[in-house]
């Protein structure tokens, strides 16, 4: 591929008619029914491996479980849907705490609590004396369990190999095979991400969740000028699809909901001009008020688009609650009279509910938007300003920390801290550093990341550390050699010193000053 080709997803707004946000529902319902009985045929083809390997041990002759039931759960309707293995009288001890059965000792599955197991079924841990082979009544239904088992699964919902007759079969002949193609290849690398050890095991997918229509081949999409065709949805207008896009080939193609407005992914090869190289090396601080600032004092300011939305969004919030409230019924505990829980009433409509959760599902997604549009804006401009990019290696997870809640009428500071919690998160500085390292290594430019340890403390001048240097949040000055700057432009230069010297952590003395060698030389 030519250096200058990059792959890329560009975004673009679509306007859907009534009848293809009709089909675009109908097919993110259905879909969920694909990837939770595809998911819960995977399980079950690995459960059913792993017992396999249980009866070749010879330790294991003459103990056996009971056998493993699958219940598909292809109720789309129903308020409780079960999905993956039930297990009638047999589980694997998955967790630490799980108790230690002896063979042939039962208990209840709802003794275990929330996550232990499925409530109403009964469980235990292997073993019971009995004959294993006898009780399996039928192979998996997945024909092959491999790290990525895409292929198995589109084997297994080919639609030759489902009664159009059955409720399962329906739901699967009335869908388009493409999207269909894009839940499993979602599927796939999602199992495959997870044997590999880089994400959680995936989820079933609840009632209210909705599956994005991707389509993982470009063979059935047709551009014409700023407009294309979309399996089983037909042709889209898309405003500037020519001028961003052009008519080159898009896989995946990507369609999703946001609120109640619909966006087109295309993933591709596009041109990227060559970034020129000018030898500048700085050194980045994240903040709160600013989302970073450099060492040469230059700053790109907080946009604040979440703090600028909230009182809007603690409206329609306030709304959600009214309509709740006033059309429930209290229903009060019988051991505590003054306990009650809200029931809604059955014949609620909740259409009035539903249009201002999708007004507050709109503000969230143009928050979201405006955020991830300016640091696409700010990225760029930095990775094209240096050739050496030094961050300060934040974790957001502990930064955001919040803190507990002390005794009665004492005051530890908590609401200053969750003020500051959101302050940061509404920056996404997390998202702007991702931004950064990805455009620089598609430039060819270096970035690092460096330990923040008390980089806010101490002197860039001197090297003198201490807490009173920091006056305020905006202000430094050093206790021994009277240096004044702003805070954030003071540690951004002692992260460049840091990434220069390839420090990851600054270290002192007795003293609490900075031994680092010939620092004034530097």
Same mark, same amino acid.
């Given at each position: 591929?030519?250096?200058?080709?990059?792959?890329?997803?560009?975004?673009?707004?679509?306007?859907?008619?009534?009848?293809?946000?009709?089909?675009?529902?109908?097919?993110?319902?259905?879909?969920?029914?694909?990837?939770?009985?595809?998911?819960?045929?995977?399980?079950?083809?690995?459960?059913?491996?792993?017992?396999?390997?249980?009866?070749?041990? %010879?330790?294991?002759?003459?103990?056996?479980?009971? %056998?493993?039931?699958?219940?598909?759960?292809?109720?789309?309707?129903?308020?409780?849907?079960?999905?993956?293995?039930?297990?009638?009288?047999?589980?694997?001890?998955?967790?630490?705490?799980?108790?230690?059965?002896?063979?042939?000792?039962?208990?209840?599955?709802?003794?275990?609590?929330?996550?232990?197991?499925?409530?109403?079924?009964?469980?235990?841990?292997?073993?019971?004396?009995?004959?294993?082979?006898?009780?399996?009544?039928?192979?998996?239904?997945?024909?092959?369990?491999?790290?990525?088992?895409?292929?198995?699964?589109?084997?297994?919902?080919?639609?030759?190999?489902?009664?159009?007759?059955?409720?399962?079969?329906?739901?699967?002949?009335?869908?388009?095979?493409?999207?269909?193609?894009?839940?499993?290849? $979602?599927?796939?690398?999602?199992?495959?991400?997870?044997?590999?050890?880089?994400?959680?095991?995936?989820?079933?997918?609840?009632?209210?969740?909705?599956?994005?229509?991707?389509?993982?081949?470009?063979?059935?999409?047709?551009?014409?000028?700023?407009?294309?065709?979309?399996?089983?949805?037909?042709?889209?207008?898309?405003?500037?699809?020519?001028?961003?896009?052009?008519?080159?080939?898009?896989?995946?193609?990507?369609?999703?909901?946001?609120?109640?407005?619909?966006?087109?992914?295309?993933?591709?090869?596009?041109?990227?001009?060559?970034?020129?190289?000018?030898?500048?090396?700085?050194?980045?601080?994240?903040?709160?008020?600013?989302?970073?600032?450099?060492?040469?004092?230059?700053?790109?300011?907080?946009?604040?688009?979440?703090?600028?939305?909230?009182?809007?969004?603690?409206?329609?919030?306030?709304?959600?609650?009214?309509?709740?409230?006033?059309?429930?019924?209290?229903?009060?505990?019988?051991?505590?009279?003054?306990?009650?829980?809200?029931? %809604?009433?059955?014949?609620?409509?909740?259409?009035?509910?539903?249009?201002?959760?999708?007004?507050?599902?709109?503000?969230?997604?143009?928050?979201?938007?405006?955020?991830?549009?300016?640091?696409?804006?700010?990225?760029?401009?930095?990775?094209?300003?240096?050739?050496?990019?030094?961050?300060?290696?934040?974790?957001?997870?502990?930064?955001?920390?919040?803190?507990?809640?002390?005794?009665?009428?004492?005051?530890?500071?908590?609401?200053?801290?969750?003020?500051?919690?959101?302050?940061?998160?509404?920056? $996404?500085?997390?998202?702007?550093?991702?931004?950064?390292?990805?455009?620089?290594?598609?430039?060819?430019?270096?970035?690092?990341?460096?330990?923040?340890?008390?980089?806010?403390?101490?002197?860039?001048?001197?090297?003198?550390?201490? $807490?009173?240097?920091?006056?305020?949040?905006?202000?430094?000055?050093?206790?021994?050699?009277?240096?004044?700057?702003?805070?954030?432009?003071?540690?951004?230069?002692?992260?460049?010193?840091?990434?220069?010297?390839?420090?990851?952590?600054?270290?002192?003395?007795?003293?609490?000053?900075?031994?680092?060698?010939?620092?004034?030389?530097?």
């Amino acid at each position: 591929m030519d250096p200058s080709i990059k792959v890329r997803k560009v975004e673009f707004k679509v306007p859907l008619d009534t009848q293809q946000r009709q089909i675009f529902e109908h097919h993110s319902q259905a879909l969920r029914f694909i990837w939770n009985t595809g998911l819960a045929c995977i399980q079950w083809r690995e459960w059913w491996e792993k017992w396999q390997q249980v009866l070749e041990s %010879p330790e294991y002759q003459g103990y056996a479980p009971e %056998p493993v039931e699958m219940d598909w759960g292809y109720n789309l309707i129903g308020k409780k849907k079960v999905y993956g293995l039930c297990c009638d009288r047999v589980r694997f001890r998955i967790e630490k705490e799980d108790p230690v059965l002896d063979v042939g000792e039962w208990i209840d599955g709802t003794k275990l609590g929330s996550g232990k197991s499925i409530a109403g079924y009964w469980v235990a841990y292997p073993c019971k004396p009995d004959s294993v082979r006898e009780h399996w009544t039928e192979q998996p239904r997945l024909p092959l369990l491999m790290k990525n088992p895409y292929m198995a699964l589109r084997s297994m919902f080919a639609k030759k190999n489902w009664d159009p007759d059955s409720v399962e079969g329906k739901i699967i002949h009335s869908l388009n095979t493409a999207w269909v193609a894009g839940e499993l290849k $979602a599927l796939g690398d999602a199992w495959s991400s997870y044997k590999s050890g880089v994400r959680k095991r995936p989820r079933f997918k609840k009632r209210h969740d909705r599956s994005n229509l991707i389509n993982p081949s470009s063979k059935q999409t047709k551009f014409c000028k700023n407009s294309l065709t979309l399996p089983g949805m037909g042709r889209v207008t898309v405003k500037g699809l020519q001028k961003r896009w052009g008519n080159k080939p898009a896989c995946p193609i990507s369609l999703i909901k946001e609120g109640d407005e619909f966006y087109l992914q295309l993933s591709g090869g596009v041109e990227v001009p060559a970034t020129r190289s000018n030898g500048v090396t700085i050194g980045i601080d994240p903040g709160s008020v600013r989302l970073a600032t450099d060492d040469s004092g230059r700053a790109i300011d907080a946009p604040k688009f979440g703090k600028r939305a909230m009182r809007r969004a603690q409206k329609l919030q306030a709304a959600i609650n009214r309509k709740l409230r006033l059309n429930s019924d209290r229903v009060y505990d019988d051991a505590d009279p003054s306990k009650f829980y809200l029931k %809604p009433r059955r014949d609620w409509k909740r259409k009035n509910l539903q249009k201002v959760r999708t007004k507050l599902q709109r503000l969230s997604a143009k928050t979201a938007r405006q955020r991830r549009a300016f640091n696409h804006f700010h990225s760029t401009r930095l990775v094209q300003s240096a050739d050496v990019i030094i961050m300060e290696g934040i974790e957001l997870k502990n930064v955001t920390r919040a803190v507990k809640k002390g005794k009665s009428g004492e005051h530890n500071k908590r609401k200053a801290k969750a003020g500051l919690n959101r302050s940061l998160l509404d920056n $996404a500085i997390g998202q702007f550093y991702g931004m950064v390292e990805q455009k620089a290594k598609d430039a060819g430019k270096v970035t690092a990341r460096v330990n923040p340890f008390r980089t806010s403390m101490t002197c860039h001048q001197c090297g003198f550390s201490d $807490a009173k240097n920091r006056k305020t949040q905006a202000v430094f000055h050093c206790q021994k050699c009277g240096h004044h700057d702003n805070a954030d432009r003071n540690a951004a230069a002692n992260i460049k010193r840091m990434g220069i010297l390839g420090i990851t952590k600054l270290t002192f003395d007795n003293e609490w000053n900075i031994t680092v060698p010939d620092w004034d030389k530097i």
